[in-house]
């Protein structure tokens, strides 16, 4: 039984970066028949707001992640007194008092001689005396994570075999002075007692998978599995500063991005696999293994996430259009397989509903005057079919002289109020004779 967790901090909105992590877990989760995890990791309780965790929450079931179960780190904060107690009471959790100011001193002076800024365990060797006295001063301890010094090794699920020298490593504060915690430890905490078997994070993780794995030891919690992908970044490697990757999840919904298309790039940029349509998350859970993410960067190309999406609609099934045409008073078959092979967003389809079964907005010119005229004379009698268009535009041409764009076009704008659209040889049908003959007048 697989359990894996996806633990944002709600300290801000989830953007495509975000949702990697957010659905590797997932289709993880949907291959092994494993339970999904949203933990929100809101210790921060400074940054952390209401309004971000529901904001996560919708996103997540906007591209169709439904976790099992939610946990919040600030319902969970006696589980990590507990484990802080245990630390303390085991040797491994230590006070120190260093202030940042000293701190930064100490990684100066390291510096000056060619040493790496590690610090220097200083607080390991107060006595008890000079701990009172300094808190008799007013000072009070942060805790630092007595590293083990050991070389850490871990099979990667994603990377292979990784090792993290924790030696070079300063011990990491877990607890702040005003006794708040860190990410590090509660997020051991919560693995262990949610009994996570897997970790799938981003690559800026590996160290701290290093000092976590000393830690779950110390705990004497089962070490899960880890895999930690690629990140996504811009085109030339830099950060998601780009337009549509810098976008919040919930900014490329409202412009009108198909979820699936979202998802679909957010997972599938940077490995081996191609980002193209996939009917479903499971599909892509059924090709996907973590072998073939790659271990370089995943450069996101916003161009691919605007052509997926067009691509998605013009293969999308009128089922599965049908619940969003209705309101558009368009739910008709025919009309969507006309439509949907010009559209980028589903947006688009809005003003074609108008156009096929409200009224346009359009005044012929002038010089078209006594062409309309001759058109709406020769439009041929109904049934009408994809053949009634050249039929009708033959007879046309050769009683009007015109030819090409002279001829096409103030059909076009006539029958449409458009510069361009789909095709007419299979609009005509859906506006039928009727609409046609008061267009064209
Ligand atoms: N809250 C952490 C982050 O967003 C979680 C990392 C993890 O998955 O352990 O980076």
Redesign the pocket.
Known sequence: MTIVRY???PTGRLHLGNAR?ALLNWLFALQTGGTYVLRL?DTDTARSTEAFARGIETDLAWLGIAPALKVRQSDRTALYDAARDRLIASGRLYPAYETEEELEIKRGRARLLGRPPVYDRAALSLTGEQRQALEAGGRKPHWRFRLDGRPVHFDDLIKGPQTVNTASMSDPVLIREDGSYL?TLP?VVDDIDLEITH?I?GED?VSNTGTQIEIFEALDGAVPRFGHHNLLTGAEGEGLSKRLGSLSLSDLRTEGFEPLAVATVAVLTGTSLSVEPYPDLRAIADRLDFSMISHGPARFDPAELESLNARILHAMPFEAARPRLEPLGLAEERAWGVLRGNLTRFSDVAPWAAIIAGSIDHRPADEDRDFLDLARELLPPEPWDETTWSAWTNALKEKSGRKGRALFHPLRLALTGREDGPELRSLLPLLGRRVCLARLS
């Open positions: 633990a944002p901090s992590p990791d990410y997020s970790v994070r993780h």
